[in-house]
């Protein structure tokens, strides 16, 4: 049987990761990189969302509202380049990232409701508190030709 100690982690975690040499294996591990952390809010009469997009421009990000679902898209690429002094590469490096998270925010909010603003590596989005609106199962009569 294998004991964990407080943090959750066991004797065979620690072995692993000595083993493969970083916690990206286990992207739910203490100590990995966290993406797109999210502080929602209650404002009373509206929802706050706060999302931490640090070293992503506002050009990054794409906002998504359908079927009730707010998703949030973020994409960074980087690109660097070392060359000595005849311009060979000494290094050359490329990175691409993307992230995406989805809010469930309800039916009746629309595109017009939300509000967007970026600043200081924060997204921060706001929309009102809707009640849904029970649907009403309408009977339709259908005519029949003949």
Do not use: C, W
């Amino acid at each position: 049987m294998l004991l964990t100690d407080i943090f959750g982690r066991s004797f065979m975690d620690d072995f692993f990761e000595d083993f493969a040499g970083s916690s990206y294996y286990r992207p739910n591990r203490i100590g990995s990189i966290p993406a797109m952390k999210a502080d929602v809010q209650d404002m009373g009469s509206s929802y706050q969302i706060d999302l931490e997009l640090p070293g992503f421009q506002k050009e990054d990000l794409q906002a998504d509202l359908k079927d009730g679902y707010l998703t949030i898209k973020a994409t960074h690429q980087n690109h660097q380049e070392e060359k000595d002094s005849k311009g060979r590469y000494i290094r050359q490096e490329r990175y691409t990232g993307h992230y995406q998270r989805s809010f469930y925010v309800g039916e009746d909010v629309t595109q017009e409701d939300v509000h967007a603003a970026f600043e200081n590596g924060v997204l921060k989005l706001t929309f009102p508190k809707k009640e849904q609106q029970p649907k009403i199962n309408e009977s339709k009569t259908i005519m029949i030709e003949g």
